[in-house]
Nanobody, 115 residues
Framework: QVQLVESGGGLVQPGGSLRLSCEAS????????MGWFRQAPGNQRELVAG???????NYADSVKDRFTISRDNAKNTVYLQMNNLKPEDTAVYYC?????????WGQGTQVTVSS
């Protein structure tokens, strides 16, 4: 079993920045892929960015050049640096990880971009 704890959400003005963190814990932890997803009201959950254990990354087109995903394998933690935030980035952001044949989700953290 894997537990995920997210932090770093909040209210920010357009053009501002936030950094999300997600720490994974559990016995015999071996995480393959870590990622961030988001879900706005009335929308489906969508992938924002993902990163493999080897450091390969992928991003949604809407966040390329603004968001950066990184991970610290020693700390089992994934980060999402979000710059130049826009109102359309407002959503609940979820951390998700793949470990073996299983996937796990965090509880979500609210990001609101508004003036």
């Amino acid at each position: 079993q894997v537990q995920l704890v997210e932090s770093g959400g909040g209210l920010v003005q357009p053009g501002g920045s936030l950094r999300l963190s997600c720490e994974a814990s559990g016995s015999r932890l071996s995480i393959d892929v870590m990622g961030w997803f988001r879900q706005a009201p009335g929308n489906q959950r969508e992938l924002v960015a993902g990163i493999t254990s080897g450091g390969s990354t992928n991003y949604a087109d809407s966040v390329k050049d603004r968001f950066t995903i990184s991970r610290d394998n020693a700390k089992n933690t994934v980060y999402l640096q979000m710059n130049n935030l826009k109102p359309e980035d407002t959503a609940v952001y979820y951390c998700g990880v793949v470990s073996g044949f299983n996937s796990y989700w965090g509880q979500g953290t609210q990001v609101t971009v508004s003036s």
